[in-house]
């Protein structure tokens, strides 16, 4: 079974930054494609950005030159650096990464963690 963990979330004031995390655990082989999508409320949940295990990297047009997504292979760790917040950003968001397990090759999601950007 995997777990994915999310931490990092917060409070936090407009142009403010913080950095989520993404830890993955349990029977890992390999982790291919990872992910971060964010949830606002009355709204459907959108990718936010994207990793492949190779390193490439896709953003939504709403957060380019904004936020850096990065992956620590070795950790099976994701990261979201998330710079110069817009109260817009405020949503849950969830780490998704594609993982083969010694059973199975399957997405699995976090539980999510709150983003709050307000004055």
């Known amino acids: 079974q995997v777990q994915l963990v999310e931490s990092g979330g917060g409070l936090v004031q407009p142009g403010g930054s913080l950095r989520l995390s993404c830890a993955a655990s349990g029977s890992i082989f390999s982790i291919y494609a990872m992910g971060w999508y964010r949830q606002a409320p009355g709204k ?10 190779g390193g490439s990297t896709n953003y939504a047009d709403s957060v380019k030159g904004r936020f850096t997504i990065s992956r620590d ?3 099976d760790t994701l990261y979201l650096q998330m710079n110069s917040l817009k109260p817009e950003d405020t949503a849950v968001y969830y780490c998704n990464a594609v993982v083969v397990t010694p059973a199975s090759k399957a997405a699995s999601w976090g539980q999510g963690t709150q983003v709050t950007v307000s004055s």
């Not at 459907?44 to 295990?53: C, F, K, M, N, P």
């Open 73 to 75: 292979n070795a950790k």
């Open 44 to 53: 459907q949940r959108e990718l936010v950005a994207g990793i492949t295990s």
